[in-house]
């Protein structure tokens, strides 16, 4: 724990807190000291991350920890001379609304947790300003800092330098929002994305790009109502959405007497829906209605021989984590929120939820597999979790995730990452080894050391994430805890 001196008092702060409150320390593209191991051969592309790295002005804490402004990493694997040589660059999104507040020293704007900090009868179309804090896309040219609030920003793929509101070619009209959860077929790199248009009448937004951001078929699809749709999954033919039961307060939140994150509300009592989307028409063939969770992320689907259909997620029993996430911000967590990561089972002919099935029954969350398995089946699926042996509830509340673990469908074991105490691993993303067929590569996670207040990227080979990493290079600064990423083939 870190002390910090409060007017009366003395408050204790996680290890994390950090890498969460303190501003972004951007850095030009530099190149990385190897601390131990060496660099694999095959090991060549991109590595982009994005998450909040600006979550305090003049002494105010934003609403959510999903309001601060985005940053984005780029590690770039290459070579120097004969050797495999790392650079990295870290970059503020330079969003309008960024620069206006930097200009200002203070918060102007509201956003998914907060309400503009001025009377509401001046707040004007609810102020919202894009964080681009959520993942990232490469796409064509350009690389996609997203949030599911609003338009992606365009960033220079080598120096993060930020190009401005991308339209993608006009497929996106003024108002739509483009969610940070788009998934990408292998086999064809058709790029899926959507969006929800809230108000009287809410859509769900439906988009299909090829693989160079060209648009295929774009799609608005009625909706009961607005839920917080996240992330989405493909599952061989279908294109899966889960909506939990959370309604929106419509009038407090047009009023602008509420930010977005307090106008939800959980109603335990209703079913989660679920609709499935025929992928190449882009209309909706099924809805199910299932029992009532909720869901950040997916991990993966498939159809089965059968033409059922298994999708996994971390699936939370009620909506407390947006509580959690809420605290974060703040650095003082006391609400807790636990996701066990499951498998469910969709009939789509007979439009029934035919059950689950518990997968790991630890709290985690950001469950990926490799690119070259979306939409199939897959054996292996990465979490970020907790360290084993760390265990009390009590504790988790106050904790970011310790650890990355790997999930093998075919066996059910659990292989952990070994990774100190104190240490804070980011979402771990499989990259393909180009040698092998795909699924197996190296794992990648930047690590913020809580300790010494680091930052540094390590390394693993997929099928050994229990062994001392192969590679460690240490960043110029630390880089802000963050939310997705993404990576780029040279
Ligand atoms: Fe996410």
Partial sequence: MVASPDREQVTTYPQWWPAVQRPAIEFAPTPLRLIAGALPEGLQGTLYRNGPGRMERSGQSTGHWFDGDGAVLAVRFGRSGDRPQATATYRMVQTAGYQAEEAADRWLFANYGQLAPKPWWERVGRDLKNAANTSVLALGDRLLALWEGGWPHAMDLDDLSTIGLDSLGGALQPGETFAAHYKIDPQTGEVYNFGILPGPQPKLMLWRFDRTGKLQRKR???????????????????????????????L???LNVQCFSDALRWQAD?????????????ERVATIEAPAWFQWHFGNGWENPDGTLSITLARYWDFATNQHLKEVARGQITTPAQAQFVEIHLD????????????????????????????????YSYLSTHRPGFDDPEQ??????????????QTGQITYAAIPEGCYPSEPLLVPDPAGDGRSGWILSVIYDGRSDQGEVWIWPSDRLEADPIARLALPHPVNLGFHGTWVPA
């Fill in 270 to 282: 209703r079913p989660t829906q679920i609709w499935l989307i025929d992928r190449d028409s882009l």
């Fill in 252 to 254: 407090p939140a047009l």
């Fill in 220 to 250: 608005a699809l009625k909706i009961p109502s607005v839920s917080l749709i996240h992330d989405c999954v493909l599952a061989g033919r279908y294109w899966v959405f889960c909506a939990p039961p959370i309604a929106l307060d419509l």
């Fill in 396 to 409: 988790f509340k106050q904790e970011q995730f310790g650890t990355i673990a790997r999930h093998d469908a």
């Fill in 348 to 379: 789509p002919q007979g439009q029934r939820f035919l059950g689950d099935r518990l997968l790991f029954d630890r709290h985690c969350d950001f469950p990926t597999v490799a690119a070259s398995e979306v939409g199939q089946p897959s054996r």
